[in-house]
Nanobody
Framework: QVQVVESGGGSVQAGGSLRLSCAAS????????MGWYRRAPGKQRELVAD???????NYADSVKGRFAISRDNAKNMVYLQMNSLKPEDTGVYYC?????????????WGQGTQVTVSS
């Protein structure tokens, strides 16, 4: 079994920064895929950014140039540095970890961490 736990959410004003962390633990040797998703109020969950074990990254167009994803393979952790935050970045941010390959929606999910950006 794999546990995924997010931390680092909070409330900030527009233009501010936050850094989210996600730790995966359990019976894992290595994790191939780790990603950050968010669900804004009244909207479906969407991809924010993801990263493979060899550090290949992918970003939603709405966060390019403002957010940066990184990971520490030795610790099975992934981070999301969020700068120049906007009110539309508000939502619950979820971490996803997949051990083998990548399949949309599958793998292990955390409980989420709330990010609130006020104007």
């Amino acid at each position: 079994q794999v546990q995924v736990v997010e931390s680092g959410g909070g409330s900030v004003q527009a233009g501010g920064s936050l850094r989210l962390s996600c730790a995966a633990s359990g019976s894992i040797f290595s994790i191939n895929y780790m990603g950050w998703y968010r669900r804004a109020p009244g909207k479906q969950r969407e991809l924010v950014a993801d990263i493979t074990r060899d550090s290949s990254t992918n970003y939603a167009d709405s966060v390019k140039g403002r957010f940066a994803i990184s990971r520490d393979n030795a610790k099975n952790m992934v981070y999301l540095q969020m700068n120049s935050l906007k009110p539309e970045d508000t939502g619950v941010y979820y971490c996803n970890a997949q051990i083998f390959g990548y399949t949309p929606g599958l793998g292990y999910w955390g409980q989420g961490t709330q990010v609130t950006v006020s104007s």
